[in-house]
């Protein structure tokens, strides 16, 4: 053939390798393909993927390894896990295989967290390359950026990215990395690491770098070993810390160095101490949320974004989303899987990945496709000048279009490395960044909270805690050298405390009783109004504050203006609480003597009227926006303040107005706080049994000779003025509008006023609206979990003897004029006589029984145990009915019973 012949083939061979050399040899960039790899933990996936040390590199020798770790399925990632892991001897304990399961047990955690309702990613830097000391000295700044980028790029291609909550990790000599990270200028796809986890990794000056730089919103420990050893290492860096409280550590026993990964990877959130190994030293703050920067306070975004920011997308994405999926592409991913949420100075921005994806595939394969052009193009031409029979026209046009394909091919396939010769970021598509929202600040007037109706009752801490043993020290006398042989004084036993979480609070409390149900009512105040209240202290025990008094070297005249003595804090007492304001992951008020002073003032009333609106007992320490306690006021540090102490402003701070109890807050404009008091019973009336005069019931009474409960009498319609005349105590003496009568008795079903699961009961015609109401609040504010109750009930099992031996006497039941509620939580004891309910309200009992009902334990049961200044003891109470522990003469405690019948009658 023609272009077999010497003259030309030479000129086609040379055309065809110079095309076929620029179409295969010549990727756009570097390409590392993800790998999903065999996981043997059910519900997680496992990826691998390499990157190089410049992201430039194609030699498989300048590759390191990484891992991925996901749930399986599309679920959404909401936290992703930064890990770097140690030298390891032997270094294949590092294969992706080992760190997902048998050594490290990565792939367990993420297992574990997703129980725990966390859908997670963990990514693992070097896998097999750890064991070279230059692996670890030399990730440098560029190394890191370009693994987290990497990284970043293959969540995206899985369809999940980071989420919105990133986390570092360091186990040992990743505790290195963990120091460059955050020492140097490295970019985590526009997120703040929320918290920084350290698994034994304090040697040099890692950990004291690491937590000098302020950079993640808290810190957890994990030391091995005993004196001496990384423990004392650890101690030292917490010391470096802005906020040394707030640092979580937990020692392990020495020998645990490598076990610390698999045992402690999820003690950040499920708090087990390590599966139980460990000891937890200091219990720091567990939280991952996001800090704000000072001076940022005040600037927060609206709480309404969520739909106009999900619209905006879809609108967005409508406009380029392609009907098909093509290679590299998928364009019907979910939308929330695209779009994170960026919140920087007061601004709400969509990182929105689809596009710059597409963007990118758009350049990949433009660039295929000039290629495909450029070949059929140079075929062509040559062609048309092998066939050109020696016209010298014909083959200068071949000549001239070949060389200007040649031209525009190298500028189209060339451009990708002079644009990264110029500036490597321009051949990276990064995400769309939509500015939403740019908050202002504006008057707290026209903010509102918004808050339901609430009938509180005065409450005296006092009451509680005048037993405890008082301290026979003081700040100058307390010495720290003999600290152990103290014995506690001024402090609550723990055993008195329970311990709770409240919805829209973050943070585990520990406190007396009386003060769960305001806490979780201001934290649901707070959640209704677009805020999450944060807990980072609650009740502590004797040892606790003493270690933090013996731990700070100030005279002790200047330490107790800042650290309690041991003894004479609240928190001691459990009425104390430390608690700071959060929106959309924003910290809105500040810690510390300086950093509070930086708080907005609008954010300090915010917060402080959230507790006031909650119930009128909480106030707050008035050097400290922070410090909050139930119950104690009385002194002029303790009120219900809500401006910036007087340290940070040189004026007097301010008393807020708000009222739990009624009226307006200044702060809304709807009567939100305003309680509508418990209705009084019925004031007149005559009982409906002498109206009709008839009377039906079926009364048994209990025989001390036979030790039964027997029938006594029973009638049907009978005439009511007979039974009366026959008997007077089958009327009340406290009311006579309610008898033993049934016509007297109203039958309601709880399910009327919330109370699911419980049989209907009868209660005196008189009564039966305002138990109702009051029942009805005891479900709304969530005071007590109710699982039964008993009203009305014509049985006599109290009073003198006759002489068949039945008892005569006639408590409130017999009337419908008392209730018991939670009798297999509260039960009925005697043998009383040295047990106080209002000295030791939590117990623990000394008395005989239960003969009725189950055993009372408020510790065990707080949600469904009645006890002295309960919430629910101080809604009946207030109403004029009488509790049956302390209302019953003798050596009888009846918990479950309310009465508003006089019982010693």
């Not at 990743?174 to 200028?185: F, M, P, V, W, Y």
Request: proline share 5%; with cysteine.
């Amino acid at each position: 053939m023609f272009f077999l012949q010497k003259k030309y083939t030479w000129k086609f061979a040379i055309g065809f390798l110079m095309v076929f050399s620029f179409t295969f040899f010549y990727p756009p960039h570097p390409v590392f393909a993800l790998v999903k790899e065999s996981s043997p933990i059910a519900g997680v996936d496992l990826y691998s993927f390499k990157s190089d040390y410049g992201c430039s590199s194609k030699n498989p020798k300048e590759q390191s390894e990484h891992f991925i770790i996901v749930p399986s399925g599309s679920s959404k990632i909401n936290r992703t896990y930064i890990y770097f892991h140690g030298l390891s001897n032997p270094p294949e304990h590092t294969t992706k295989e080992l760190m997902c399961h048998g050594y490290l047990n990565l792939c367990d955690s993420a297992a574990q967290l997703q129980t725990l309702g966390l859908n997670v990613a963990i990514i693992g830097a070097r896998l097999n390359k750890a064991g070279s000391t230059r692996e670890f000295r030399d990730f440098n700044t560029a190394e890191l950026n370009c693994f987290l980028n990497k990284a970043s790029q293959e969540l995206t291609s899985l369809g999940r990215g980071y989420g919105s909550d990133l986390i570092l990790v360091g186990h040992s000599a990743g505790g290195r990395s963990i120091k460059e990270a955050l020492n140097s200028d490295i970019h985590f796809n526009g997120l703040t690491p929320s918290m920084c986890i350290f698994l034994d990794p304090c040697y040099g000056d890692w950990c004291d770098v690491a937590v000098k730089s302020n950079k993640c919103g808290s810190y957890v420990f994990y030391g091995a070993g005993g004196p001496g050893e990384t423990i004392d290492a650890t101690n030292k860096a917490i010391k470096l810390a802005a906020n040394p409280q707030s640092i979580r550590l937990v020692q392990m026993p020495n020998g645990f160095h490598s076990k610390i990964p698999r045992l402690c990877f999820t003690e950040h959130v499920d708090e087990k101490a390590c599966q139980g190994n460990g000891t937890v030293i200091q219990e720091g703050i567990l939280s991952s949320v996001i800090p704000i920067v000072a001076g940022d306070s005040d600037k927060i975004i609206p709480q309404a974004t969520s739909d106009s920011y999900e619209k905006l997308v879809e609108n967005i994405l409508s406009k380029t989303k392609l009907e098909t999926e093509t290679p590299g592409y998928n364009p019907n991913v979910n939308i929330e899987d695209k779009v994170t949420v960026n919140q920087t100075n007061g601004k709400l921005y969509l990182n929105i990945n689809t596009l710059s994806e597409y963007i990118g595939w758009l350049y990949q394969y433009s660039l295929i496709a000039i290629t495909i052009i450029a070949v059929v193009i140079v075929i062509y031409s040559g062609v048309q000048w092998m066939v050109s029979g020696g016209n010298s026209a014909t083959i200068s046009e071949a000549k001239k279009r070949i060389g200007q394909t040649f031209v525009a091919l190298l500028l189209a396939l060339g451009s990708y490395t002079i644009l990264y010769a110029i500036n490597p970021k321009t051949t990276k598509f990064g995400q769309l960044n939509i500015l939403v929202f740019q908050a202002e600040n504006t008057p707290m007037e026209n903010e509102s909270l918004n808050a339901d109706a609430y009938n509180s009752v005065n409450f005296n801490a006092n009451d509680l805690l005048g037993n405890i043993k008082k301290p026979n020290w003081d700040a100058k006398t307390f010495d720290c050298s003999k600290k152990d042989s103290y014995s506690p004084a001024g402090v609550l036993p723990s055993n008195q405390t329970i311990t709770y979480t409240c919805d829209g609070m973050e943070g585990n409390v520990t406190s007396i009783p009386q003060m769960k149900v305001p806490l979780c009512r201001a934290a649901e105040i707070a959640k209704k109004n677009g805020y999450t209240l944060q807990v980072r202290s609650s009740y502590r025990p004797f040892e606790i504050q003493v270690k933090l008094w013996c731990e700070d070297t100030r005279p002790p005249e200047i330490r107790r203006k800042f650290i309690a003595t041991p003894g004479f804090s609240n928190h001691g007492h459990g009425v104390a609480i430390d608690v700071f304001l959060y929106k959309n992951g924003k910290q809105l008020t500040l810690y510390g003597s300086s950093g509070q002073c930086k708080t907005s003032p609008r954010f300090v009333k915010e917060i402080a009227d959230i507790f006031y609106l909650a119930d009128p007992n909480f106030v707050r320490l008035e050097t400290e926006i922070w410090h909050f306690e139930y119950g104690t006021m009385g002194t002029s540090a303790r009120n219900r303040y809500d401006t910036l102490p007087q340290t940070c402003t040189g004026k007097p701070s301010g008393v807020s107005n708000v009222k739990a109890e009624g009226g307006t807050s200044p702060i809304s404009n709807v009567g939100a706080a305003s309680n509508a008091n418990i209705i009084a019973p019925a004031q007149s009336g005559q009982s409906p049994a002498a109206q009709s005069n008839q009377c039906t019931f079926t009364e048994k009474r209990w025989n001390t000779n036979t030790r039964t409960t027997a029938l006594f009498r029973k009638e049907t319609n009978a005439p009511y003025n007979t039974i009366i005349s026959q008997d007077k105590s089958y009327v009340s003496k406290s009311d006579p509008r309610c008898s033993v009568c049934e016509q007297d008795q109203v039958l309601f079903d709880p399910s009327s006023v919330g109370i699911r699961g419980v049989s209907s009961v009868r209660v005196c015609w008189a009564y039966v609206d305002q138990i109702k109401q009051m029942l009805k609040t005891i479900v709304q504010n969530n005071q007590l979990e109710i699982t039964s109750l008993v009203g009305y009930r014509p049985n006599r099992t109290v009073g003198a003897v006759n002489a068949d031996g039945f008892r005569t006497g006639a408590g409130g039941h017999f009337y419908g004029m008392a209730i018991d509620i939670n009798a297999e939580y509260n039960g009925l004891y005697s043998g009383c006589s040295g047990f106080d309910p209002i000295a030791h309200p939590l117990g623990p009992i000394t008395c005989s029984g239960p003969s009725n009902g189950g055993p009372w334990n408020p510790p065990a049961n707080p949600n469904k145990t009645i006890y002295y200044n309960s919430p629910v003891y101080r809604l009946f109470t207030s109403n004029g009915w009488k509790w049956g522990a302390t209302n019953i003469s003798g050596r009888t405690r009846d918990f479950m019973h309310f009465s508003i019948h006089d019982d010693s009658q």
